[in-house]
């Protein structure tokens, strides 16, 4: 189905029970694999207002949910804003998938971007059938619906932030991740978040015990995450070790010279 | 190492670089290669009349089929016809060493993924649908999923009367000396027990073709296949018809690794073939590949090996479980395979008692894939050498000295052997190895690593297999020097190597040569396994060349008039006194079509004066010296750089050894570290590439090759095939480097980051 406006869409998506289709490379191989294909896709428009293309906004940037991946990591901003993400991006599947993935599609998936998206305090920016709705994604992702359908997102100004990025995959490139994660300082407080396989999640708990105990004193951390991580869902417990690694290798990083 | 030694390995070593490749490369095949340009079995779309087929596979590890019924599939559209066991008219079984596999399940199913019935209808999409519409009653069974159980397990084969009531197909022992009184005097022994994974071929083309009827009751294949004249036995039986009426044309195959080596859409293609009088395609996706296809035996091994103070070997004693799936296709041979490596055929033992026992389960099938055991086998022994130098205090390249067998020495099984160097000049070289020098470092987050293995090879199909194979010669009517075997090209470019040859032998141009392959009804070579093309290859053109140049020369000079002992070949004809007096298309013209023809064939070389013969007689070697870096954070492994010293005679064709070498090597990197298709409960855990993790491009490492060849002036069979050398001691050479960055051994593949992540931590704690 061609809707021809986003609240369209979202009818159809509602009415049909149907599945928006943004690059596809997410539900393709999805469908493939279950040998269960949809009988109707609502598809997205690119050229609708906002929703493909950075622009930069009073409180940072605004990137469109049909931004692709290949678009996200060339743009100039995003070499402003977030520097470090472009080496994330190498890491995310093949040149082909991000060739037409999208940024929402990655997000909605729980993709890599997830993590990043998560600690930088993110919002989402929703179409709805009444209106437009826009909501932090720690609230949004956990519960997230299929009729819900995401017009663009939005990051603060993280200009002169600190950020620590890094994924675990099975092998260089093109991997399933295991496990990545996200280390933000914005010059006060630290932001941690990850994803993979054991779901995507912030995690407030551990930057609270940070933010009591400051950076340098790090003695309780490895419980604290651990703790955290298997609330969240990751199971486990040679993978939780590895992430907890890579979030104290991620504060490092952050914390380096400061 | 001493220094003449030294001297003497480095005479003959030499490094195939870029340069050597490049310069050796031909423009002939290498860009409709590259741009996918082949004629592959799978492109003939084009065919007229062509049917799409489809087979309907078991969604049950194992369970008693109590109904099928095809009745709604024959009605729907574009649907010609729905065959099940009952409509196969002849055997309704194959398997190369054991015919238990059935075409369609009758009464059972042993595997998820076994073949129930199958539809030919006008498109893919049809035939697909119509597989919706069979109805299929099972009644489950338990399943037998863990090899060191399943002889305790009901058979799964109870029906067949050879392996009636236990799921132990094989049980295989090789013996030397007294093992008990020699572990007895040992001094130190290791103990310790290895496992391998259920390995995927993942060749890019994944199985297909078509089946033509000839509207005489025969059926032409045009498929990717091994060996086309041992499926025309296999297919003969099955269609229920004269082996004459059957042929097979294996062109231009896409990968196969020993994956294609048993029949795999042949039987339900050519039937549908011949019931619908139209020919049909069958051409698996990736997912039914993955979930049908053969894979490489997963083992388990407990090794005990021991060696005096001075560390010499005395005492070895394997027990291995091989699980072969629900099918033993050519599980008997590779377990036969994997014994003889289990022997460490590259050094002298004392006393050794191997045993292996080969077993049915319902985890899919697995068979031939390059290395055929033997690797499996390697993994463990080189790794046990490494527990018992770090026993002994020493060096495991010393300890590897002290052991290695010499030029002149029986094998492990007191066969002949026909070396191409010393086994301690292929040490020497791999310990001097610039990999080493750069030391072990640790740079706070990565923790790097070197470390070394060993292997053996045998060319052949191994002991007591009918093992020949033939090839022929002719002038073809348009005058080019046509030679044809029975061989398929699967990507090894063995086309190249054939085309070098005659152009070596005869002294023509590559452009006056037309190699012809993989038709059955052409000389019958055997099977494209076991890298013995080349070493037959070459012996069939060592017998059948000089023979065919002298009829063809006495026919240009009755031709030409001129003296026949002044002719000599050129390229593009016949010369005297270096002018040209014949073109090669003039005498083709002089005679009759098929009238300047040699045929040759030849068994196998095995090691003679043995009371059974012995395959491992032309003895290949390699050292693979590994660098790895680890993270010290994820126990993530890298491998950045991979050193080969071969020895495996002269190299013929450097393109194609620098590429099967390296190739094999990817491939082992890749057991080593992410590939396994696990089952649980008779069920694999991955259906597709985005699951089951090949190295890519960037996890590739850095190799160089090297070439030793001290074969022997007098060694009739100097040319040796590497298709599976490569691959042989990759894995023990990357385990030994992560032992060298971290401490840690790992001795279950692929290695598991997060287990490597644990014992890295409590050593970290421990210290
Ligand atoms: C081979 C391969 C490798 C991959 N590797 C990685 C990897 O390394 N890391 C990684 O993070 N991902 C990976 N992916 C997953 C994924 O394809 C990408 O992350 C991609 O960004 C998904 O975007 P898409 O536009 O193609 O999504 P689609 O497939 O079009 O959609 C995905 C889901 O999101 C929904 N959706 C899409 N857009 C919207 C929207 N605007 N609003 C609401 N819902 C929406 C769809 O309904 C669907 O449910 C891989 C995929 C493949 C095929």
Redesign the pocket.
């Known amino acids: 189905m061609h809707p021809e406006s986003p609240r369209q869409a979202v009818s159809f998506a509602k009415r049909f029970r149907s ?12 469908c493939e694999r279950d040998r269960q294909w949809p009988v109707q ?2 598809a ?1 428009n690119p050229d609708w207002p906002e ?1 493909r293309g950075i622009r930069e906004t009073e409180e940072g940037l605004s990137i469109g ?2 931004t ?2 290949d678009e996200l990591a060339r743009h100039p901003l995003m070499a402003l804003y977030l520097p470090q993400l472009n080496g994330l991006i190498k ?4 040149p ?3 060739h ?15 993590a990043l998206a998560l600690a930088l305090d993110t919002e989402v920016d ?1 179409v709805g059938s009444k209106g437009s709705n826009r909501r932090p994604l720690t609230r949004w992702l956990p519960d ?1 619906q ?1 009729g ?4 663009s997102v939005s990051l603060p100004d993280s200009r002169g932030w600190r950020v620590s990025l890094e ?1 675990l ?1 099975y092998r260089e490139r ?4 295991r496990a ?1 994660v996200a280390c933000v300082h914005d010059g006060e407080k630290v932001q941690l978040a990850v ?1 993979g396989e054991g779901g995507p999640g912030r995690l407030t708990v551990t930057e609270a015990m940070l933010r009591d105990e400051g950076i340098r004193e790090l003695t309780d951390l490895a419980i604290v995450v651990d703790s955290e991580l298997e609330t969240l869902g990751w199971h486990d417990t040679r993978l939780r070790l590895a992430v907890r690694r890579m979030l104290e290798s991620g504060l490092m990083e952050l914390t380096r010279d400061v | 190492m001493t220094s003449e030694n030294l001297q003497g390995a480095v005479r003959k070593l030499m490094t195939l670089d870029g340069n050597s490749v490049r310069n050796a490369t031909s423009k002939m095949d290498l860009a409709p290669r590259i741009e996918g340009g082949l004629a592959y079995a799978t492109d003939q779309r084009h065919l007229p009349g062509l049917l799409h087929g489809a087979i309907l596979r078991s969604t049950c590890a194992h369970a008693l089929i109590t109904r099928v019924d095809t009745s709604r599939a024959l009605n729907m559209p574009g649907v010609h016809a729905v065959i099940k066991a009952d409509d196969v008219p002849g055997l309704n079984r194959f398997g190369i060493v054991i015919r238990d596999q059935p075409v369609f399940c009758d009464d059972r199913v042993r595997y998820e993924g076994d073949a129930i019935a199958a539809v030919a209808a006008d498109t893919p999409e049809q035939a697909r649908a119509a597989l919706d519409a069979i109805e299929v009653d099972y009644q489950p069974l338990p399943v037998v999923s863990d090899a060191s159980l399943a002889e305790q397990q009901t058979a799964i084969h109870s029906s067949h009367e050879e392996h009636g009531g236990s799921n132990l197909l094989v049980r295989e022992t090789l013996e030397c000396g007294d093992i008990d009184d020699a572990l007895s005097r040992c001094t130190v022994i290791a103990e310790h027990h290895y496992q391998t994974p259920r390995q995927m071929h993942v060749f890019m083309e994944t199985e297909g073709g078509v089946a033509i009827p000839d509207g005489k009751g025969g059926v032409l294949f045009r498929v990717g296949c091994q060996s086309g004249h041992r499926d025309v036995e296999q297919l003969a039986d099955i269609l229920g018809v004269a082996r004459e009426k059957v042929a097979v044309e294996s062109m231009a195959t896409g990968g196969a690794f020993g994956g294609k080596d048993e029949l795999t859409v042949q039987p339900a293609a050519g039937l549908l073939a011949l019931k619908t009088g139209r020919p049909v395609m069958i051409h698996l996706d990736r997912f039914e590949s993955c979930r049908a296809g053969i894979k490489r035996h997963p083992v388990s091994v407990k090794m005990t090996t021991g060696c005096d103070a001075a560390g010499r070997l005395l005492a070895h004693k394997v027990e291995a479980v091989l699980d072969t799936g629900a099918y033993a296709s050519l599980g008997p041979a590779v377990l036969e395979n994997y014994l003889d490596h289990a022997t460490a055929p590259l050094y002298r033992i004392e006393a050794y008692r191997v045993s292996g026992r080969l077993v049915y389960t319902n985890n899919g099938v697995c068979g031939a894939f390059r290395g055929f055991g033997g690797n499996q086998a390697t993994f463990a022994v080189e790794s046990q050498l490494d527990e018992l130098a770090r026993g002994l205090g020493i060096e495991p390249a010393t300890l590897r000295r002290i052991n290695l067998r010499s030029p002149g020495d029986a094998g492990s099984r007191n066969q002949t052997v026909r070396w191409t160097a010393p086994p301690a000049d292929v040490l020497a070289a791999a310990v001097a190895s610039p990999l080493w020098s750069r030391g072990d470092t640790d740079n706070g987050r990565w923790l790097t690593g070197t470390g070394m293995a060993m292997g053996a090879q045998g060319n052949g199909l191994g002991d007591g297999l009918p093992d020949s194979g033939g090839g022929r010669i002719s002038l073809s009517p348009a005058g080019r020097i046509c030679v044809e075997f029975g061989f398929t090209d699967y990507g090894q470019n063995i086309v190249e190597s054939i085309t070098r040859s005659v152009c070596n032998g005869v002294g023509c141009r590559e452009a006056d040569v037309e190699v012809v392959l993989g038709s059955s009804r052409g000389p019958d070579s055997g099977p494209t396994s076991a890298s013995r093309s080349t070493v037959l290859v070459h012996g069939v053109l060592a017998s059948i060349l000089p023979r065919w140049m002298d009829a063809v020369r006495g026919h240009a000079a009755r031709v030409s008039g001129q003296p026949e002992k002044g002719l000599e070949f050129g390229p593009g004809g016949i010369f005297s006194d270096g002018r040209q007096v014949l073109s090669y298309r003039e005498l083709a013209e002089s005679t009759n079509p098929g009238g300047m023809t040699a045929n040759a064939s030849q068994d196998f070389p095995v090691a003679p004066d043995s009371e059974h013969p012995v395959g491992r007689y032309l003895q290949l070697q390699i050292a693979t010296v590994a660098r790895v870096e680890v993270d010290r954070i994820t126990g993530r492994v890298r491998v950045t750089d991979l050193h080969h010293v071969t020895a495996a005679g002269p190299v013929i064709y450097p393109p194609g050894y620098l590429g099967q070498i390296e190739g094999a090597a990817v491939m082992g990197q890749g057991m080593t570290l992410t590939e396994d298709m696990t089952a649980h409960e008779g069920r694999y855990q991955a259906d597709n ?2 699951q089951y993790l090949i190295p890519t491009f960037h996890d590739a490492p850095l190799q160089r090759v090297d070439v030793l060849d001290n074969t022997p002036e007098d060694d009739p069979y100097p040319v040796r095939g590497v298709g599976e050398l490569g691959i042989e001691a990759v894995a023990p050479a990357i385990t030994a480097a992560i032992e060298a960055a971290t401490g840690v051994r790992v001795r279950r593949l692929p290695v598991d980051p997060g287990d490597l992540l644990v014992a890295m931590a409590a050593q970290e704690q421990n210290l």
């Open positions: 599945p928006y289709i943004a690059g596809g490379t997410w539900l393709q191989p999805s896709l609502v997205l929703f949910a049909l692709t991946l890491r995310v599947a093949g082909g998938v991000r037409l993935g999208t940024v929402g599609g990655n997000l909605f998936a729980g993709g890599d971007l997830s929703l997230r299929g819900d359908l995401l017009r994924k995959g093109f991997s399933p991740t990545t994803c | 590439l985005d």
